[in-house]
């Protein structure tokens, strides 16, 4: 029947979130990571100390420490290089980053943030709202306190996401597993946890459990030496270079780790080190509007309708496409759109035009003219024959929707026929057309060009563009609800209500029933008839 309607991946670079789950990630500089940590309290220096300390982070100073940019900077604050922004202050360095410009109170992603002030008892922050700066911390309460980790992804093994965290105090048993907890993720043992690694002097219940090739326990960094550099020897491996692991049977609840040419046993006299942590891949994706599917090293997620992005957090507007033709009118919806039809046209896209004794069908695809004819013959239908300006004038209005595309028709030169249109109609009749822009050589077909305002062009029948179908049996497509049996009449059509349901009913009509341009008429139990005006 005419008019049938045929109807990545994101690499594990992002930190996860914590399970705190209230932190918000702002930016990265010089390998640190800067968060916004909701407060509690009066935002003095002690207060935003701890606040960051309570998520497993640092704090920041002022002023960065990197370099001359040390004056209003504590060695207990991390150290890093600001320089590009052309400012040795922590939120004038975050704020160009962020927004582009080094006043930190216009940068709306810093609104009410304050950062550790040494020589001061309050905290620094700024007010995107009211446009103020220098804003003493200990005369507001419950703002956001500025906090920085660092961390790095290793590499992915059986379904874990393995990352190096760093660590804020000793390299204590007990700091690697608040360090991993406090980034959302689990923390590791000396041994690997599964098949005979599981001797509690070298693994605990608390630690993730992983499979490794062989039959023998490996320690977990020297298995991962060997996958990253070819070496069981962890010291040799630069990517684990100042990692620690806990170590159950370690004294003074110390973590066992590596440093350059050498392994460490006793992590309890170090500080500030990195703890090897590990997620379940899809437990630290943001699919936002999807779900996660693993991966070897990555994830994926797979958005929802509607949705799209990395990580299936941006809306579509399912607008963009501008997907309703003849001048419908496109409705973003949660789910996908619907189209607002013009008078005389139907279709989820408005794609069909009635006309006078004929239907047009409007195409979303673009053919050959030759594929194009097939492809209306398929549908039991032919190639539109535009013979009269009145043809051409009334496709040209529903053509002319804005998306600058054109149309081939049934019209054109052949070799063979020397005819201007496929049903005979004469060379000298099209040539003369008003609608028709320019005279032909042979092997060339007539599209309304949407560059001349649809008038009719010669253009080489192999070209590919969209394409008119048209057909003069209104019940094709079948309007008729549920399928029910639809006749063509003089003027409109006839929907005939099964047998069955005629004594159940004798009243069919509603807003819906014709669609617009047509008029409803009941016709008792029988079923309604649907008439042009």
């Known amino acids: 029947m005419m008019w049938k309607l045929f109807i990545f991946v994101a690499v594990l670079s992002t930190w996860p979130t914590s399970s705190q789950g209230e932190k918000e990630y702002l930016d990265s500089v010089d390998g640190w990571d800067f968060f916004k940590v909701p407060a509690t309290g009066p935002m003095t220096n002690a207060n935003v100390k701890a606040t960051c300390e309570s998520e497993g982070l640092w704090h920041p100073c002022y002023y960065t420490g990197q370099g001359t940019c040390n004056g209003v900077w504590a060695s207990e604050c991390i150290k890093y290089d600001g320089s590009t922004s052309g400012s040795c202050r922590t939120l004038s360095v975050l704020s160009n980053v962020l927004c582009g410009t080094a006043d930190p109170h216009l940068c709306k992603d810093l609104d009410d943030t304050f950062v550790y002030q040494p020589g001061s008892q309050s905290a620094y922050g700024v007010d995107y709202d009211t446009g103020h700066w220098g804003m003493e911390g200990a005369n507001h309460t419950d703002k956001y306190a500025l906090c920085a980790g660092q961390h790095e992804y290793v590499t992915s093994w059986d379904g874990l996401t393995f990352y190096k965290v760093r660590v804020n105090g000793a390299m204590t048993n007990a700091n690697v597993k608040t360090t991993c907890e406090l980034a959302g993720m689990g923390h590791t043992c000396w041994y690997t946890g599964l098949g005979t690694c599981t001797s509690s002097s070298y693994w605990s219940s608390d630690c993730v459990s992983f499979s490794q090739p062989g039959t023998s326990c490996q320690w977990t960094l020297s298995f991962f030496s060997f996958q990253l550099c070819g070496t069981t020897t962890a010291y040799r491996c630069d990517a684990l270079i100042n990692t620690y692991v806990k170590y159950p049977i370690g004294s003074y609840d110390s973590a066992y780790g590596v440093v350059a040419n050498n392994y460490d046993p006793a992590g309890y006299h170090v500080n500030d080190q990195y703890a090897l942590c590990a997620a379940r891949q899809c437990e630290i994706s943001p699919c936002v509007h999807g779900t996660c599917e693993h991966g070897v ?31 419908g009118t496109c409705v973003d919806e949660e789910d996908g759109y619907s189209c607002t039809c013009p008078p005389q046209t139907t279709g989820n896209n408005c794609e069909t035009v009635h006309y006078t004794d004929k239907c047009y069908w409007i195409s979303d695809d673009r053919l050959p003219n030759e594929e194009a004819s097939m492809a209306c013959g398929n549908m039991e239908g032919n190639l539109a024959k535009v013979n009269e300006p009145a043809d051409h004038q009334v496709l040209a209005s529903y053509l002319d929707d804005g998306r600058n595309v054109s149309f081939w028709t049934s019209n054109k030169i052949s070799p063979m026929s020397m005819c201007a249109c496929s049903d005979g109609s004469p060379l000298s009749a099209i040539g003369a057309s008003s609608w028709m822009y320019s005279a032909a050589s042979l092997d060339m077909c007539v599209l309304l060009d949407s560059d001349l305002g649809y008038t009719g062009t010669y253009q080489p029948c192999a070209e590919e563009h969209n394409y008119v179908c048209q057909s003069a049996d209104w019940c094709d497509p079948n309007p008729c609800p549920l399928d029910w049996k639809c006749v063509s009449e003089d003027g409109g059509i006839h ?39």
Do not use: Q
Not at 307 to 312: E, F, L, M, T, Y
Not at 497 to 522: K, N
């Open 495 to 533: 929907c005939a209500v099964p047998t069955e349901m005629r004594a159940v009913r004798s009243s069919f009509c509603t807003a819906s029933s014709c669609g617009p341009g047509w008029t409803c008429e009941e016709e008792g139990s029988a079923g309604y008839s649907c008439t042009r005006g």
């Open 297 to 327: 090293k990555n994830y994926t997620c797979l958005c929802d309708a509607g949705w799209s992005g990395v990580h299936c957090d941006t809306l579509i507007d399912s607008c963009d496409s501008n997907p309703c033709l003849s001048g």
